[in-house]
């Protein structure tokens, strides 16, 4: 049923650099093909550790 509803394979996309993104509960914007600003949001936690 999705092809009567999306005609693209892609939904939304994101990018950040990870090093930016503090620690703790973010929400982060969606974008679409062309790059505008949609409606979609993530809600993400974001915890970060550093290996050896």
């Not at 503090?22 to 974008?31: E, V, W």
């Not at 505008?36 to 550790?49: C, P």
């Amino acid at each position: 049923m999705d092809d009567e509803h999306f005609n693209d394979d892609l939904a939304a996309w994101a990018c950040f650099r990870l090093d930016r993104l503090q620690p703790g509960l973010r929400m982060i914007h969606l974008y679409d093909a062309h790059g505008v600003l949609t409606k979609g949001v993530l809600f993400v936690r974001i915890e970060k550790s550093v290996s050896t």
